[in-house]
């Protein structure tokens, strides 16, 4: 009933929130990435998007499809690599930013590792900018991070926004220096808070430092400080700073995978893995 080629399509307009974007990351035209939806659509009998010139929203049947595709696909790429005879082997070095260490990226990575048993998978968890860098360097093979801004690279797995959080009882003293909770560098949510904090004037001073994404949301629970975070991975026990608090915009952040190109006996693993965070990228942001 539906057809696989149509649920990637999906599922790439869904995490890109552009059919532009989709075509791009597919190799597609828009046209047919339209075609594709229209079709799944119609075998639902369901609108999954709604879209004007300006944007495109999941409906609610949108939200439900999200979770039977990726189950579909993921099922579909198990019998195809069953019957196919093709095994992806060798050594894959993955690297993840600190934003996912409260996901369900362990579920993703399983169910890579119960497809795959015959690549031998090494994961590095750092802050984003190291990530880049180590990729530059040699030292990764596949990268999940935040794209630095102003960087064209990657592929996209989806779009969100930057947002002050802290905990509930905070209250920000308007004459006072800000109390930020911050990443060491080279992070990239770092340098987007100190540059809007710069922009705006607004004096500020470093509460915590920590390179775990665990330390900083320990001391923002303490009710230490703010600290910037991505809008759908607000940790437990945290929540937004209102408005109010007069802090500044901090504007859009991108997730993207970036693949290296030192190594290509890594470069099936590379895709293989790809593949399984864009098919299962939702999971990244819902809890």
């Known amino acids: 009933m539906y057809d696989p080629a149509q649920l ?37 009998g369901r609108p999954l998007f709604t879209r004007d010139t300006h944007s495109v929203e999941l409906t609610e049947d949108g939200e439900a499809m999200l979770g039977f595709a990726r189950r579909i696909l993921e099922v ?21 930013s600190e934003d996912f260490v409260l996901t369900r990226l362990p579920e993703i990575l399983e169910g890579f590792r119960h497809r795959h048993p015959e690549v031998d998978l090494e994961l590095t968890v750092e802050l984003s900018g190291t990530l880049h860098e180590q990729l530059a360097a040699g030292e990764l093979d596949l990268v999940l991070a935040k794209r630095r801004p102003q960087d064209p ?26 109390p930020l909770i911050v990443y060491p560098p080279p992070g990239i949510t770092r340098a987007l808070a100190l540059e809007a904090l710069q922009r705006q004037g607004r004096p500020w001073r470093i509460a915590c430092t920590s390179g775990s994404l665990n330390g900083l949301i320990a001391a923002a629970r303490a009710g230490l400080g703010v600290m910037a975070h ?3 991975l607000i940790p437990p026990g ?10 500044p915009e901090l504007g859009k952040v991108d997730f993207v995978l970036l693949h290296g190109r030192h190594r290509p006996s890594a470069q099936h693993a590379a895709d293989a893995l790809a593949q399984a965070v864009l098919t299962g990228g939702e999971r990244l942001h819902r809890r």
């Not at 996209?156 to 905990?167: C, E, F, K, S």
């Open 153 to 178: 690279r990657g592929e996209p797995v989806w779009h969100d926004r930057l947002v002050w959080i802290g905990a509930e009882r905070l209250r920000l003293d308007p004459d006072r220096p800000v």
């Open 8 to 44: 990637r399509t999906f599922l790439a307009v869904s995490q890109t929130l552009s059919f532009t974007g989709a075509a791009r990351r597919l190799g597609l035209r828009q046209s047919t990435v339209s075609q594709h939806v229209r079709r799944l659509e119609d075998a639902t």
């Open 238 to 247: 945290l929540v937004r700073v209102p408005e109010r608090a007069g802090l």
């Open 230 to 232: 991505s809008r759908g």
């Open 76 to 96: 579909h790429e198990q019998a195809t690599a069953f019957f196919g005879g093709t095994r992806v082997r060798g050594r894959l070095r993955f690297g993840a």
